[in-house]
């Protein structure tokens, strides 16, 4: 089993920043890719970046520029800077990790981007 728990998450107004971490329990970074989703009221679940344990990375087209997932494998933490933030942005963040034997997810963090 793996957990991971998310932080970082809260309200900051339009043009700010905010960096999400998801700490997990083992270090899986070699095996699975770790992932951020999102989802905002009344709508489904969204891909937001992914990194691979090959190091590739994938950034939802309306994040790209703005968002960078990065990990840190000595802290079995992944990272999601998130700069220029936009209203739109507003969500319930999740981290997740999958590729391995079975998916798992965090509990989700809260971001609002508002003034």
């Known amino acids: 089993q793996v957990q991971l728990v998310e932080s970082g998450g809260g309200l900051v107004q339009p043009g700010g920043s905010l960096r999400l971490s998801c700490a997990a329990s083992?270090?899986?970074?070699?095996?699975?890719?770790m992932a951020w989703y999102r989802q905002a009221p009344g709508k489904q679940r969204e891909l937001v970046a992914a990194s691979a344990s090959s190091g590739l990375t994938n950034y939802a087209d309306s994040v790209k520029g703005r968002f960078t997932i990065s990990k840190d494998n000595v802290k079995n933490t992944v990272y999601l800077q998130m700069n220029s933030l936009k209203p739109e942005d507003t969500a319930v963040y999740y981290c997740?990790?999958?590729?391995?034997?079975?998916?798992?997810w965090g509990q989700g963090t809260q971001v609002t981007v508002s003034s």
């Open positions: 083992k270090n899986i970074f070699s095996i699975y890719t």
């Open positions: 997740s990790a999958f590729g391995g034997d079975q998916p798992y």
